[in-house]
Each structure stands twice: as structure tokens, then as C-alpha cells.
């Protein structure tokens, strides 16, 4: 049994509404998490102390580096419900995160690409 299969009713949809998983919180400990996020298991030894199955699904998948689009993806949350755990989990030692590097759009040749696809959405 998956863990979609345990909290989800086909007829009903999800069975456990988003603001009880993240016990009504909305916003991650972690401000610079994103979408791009990696994250992964620590190689410390984690003995967990939260007992819902989000948390342990979370750990489980993030033995090789996922973003946490991906994340929220393969365990079927919403993006900011992801994002809240996952921050759980980096505070508690589980999870290693590292944000994705910025990308410099100061290049002049992406200007002139940037400004060539603004140019074509203008003429549809």
C-alpha cells in the first residue's frame, strides 16, 4: 500500500486536509526554501521524533537529491505543505538542503535572446 493509497478516498479525495499535516502552518522555517531546493537524507543517524507518516514517506525518498517540487510531486501535497515538512525535517538534523545557485541574466547574449521571444509574443 502506497502512501497515496492510505490517505487518499477516490470518491472523497484526500481524507487529511493540507492545514492538519503542517498543523495549520504555512509558511516554512527555512525562508529560502524554493521549488529548485535539493534536498537529501543527513548521514547522521536520525531517530525521529514526529510520528506522522508524511515525515517518514519524506525520509524514505530523499535518499538520492530531490528537489522539492519533486517531493511534493511523488508524495501528492501541495507545494507549501512539502515545503513546511521538508523545513521540519532540515530544524530536526534529518534533511541537508542546498538552494540552487542564482543565475545572472546580465549576460548580454541572453538579453538579446530574452528580448527576440518578447518580440515574437508581441506579434501573435
Known amino acids: ?3 497515496r493509497d492510505m490517505w487518499f478516498e477516490h470518491e472523497a479525495g484526500p481524507l487529511v486536509r493540507p492545514y492538519a499535516v503542517t ?3 504555512t509558511s516554512p ?5 524554493d521549488l529548485l531546493t535539493l534536498v537529501t537524507t543527513s548521514r547522521v543517524r536520525f531517530a525521529s521524533r ?5 515525515y517518514a514517506a519524506i525520509i524514505d525518498i530523499c535518499d538520492s537529491p530531490l528537489s ?3 517531493v511534493a510531486a511523488k508524495l501528492h501535497l501541495p507545494l507549501t505543505v512539502a515545503k513546511v515538512l521538508v523545513g521540519d525535517l532540515i530544524s530536526d538534523g534529518a534533511l541537508i538542503f542546498r538552494s540552487p545557485s542564482p543565475v545572472s541574466v546580465a549576460n548580454h547574449e541572453n538579453v538579446e535572446l530574452l528580448r527576440a521571444v518578447l518580440d515574437g509574443i508581441q506579434r501573435i
Open 29 to 33: 522555517i527555512y525562508a529560502d526554501l
Open 23 to 25: 498543523r495549520g502552518r
Open 50 to 54: 514526529r510520528v506522522e507518516p508524511e
Open 68 to 70: 522539492i517540487a519533486e
Open 1 to 3: 500500500m502506497t502512501y
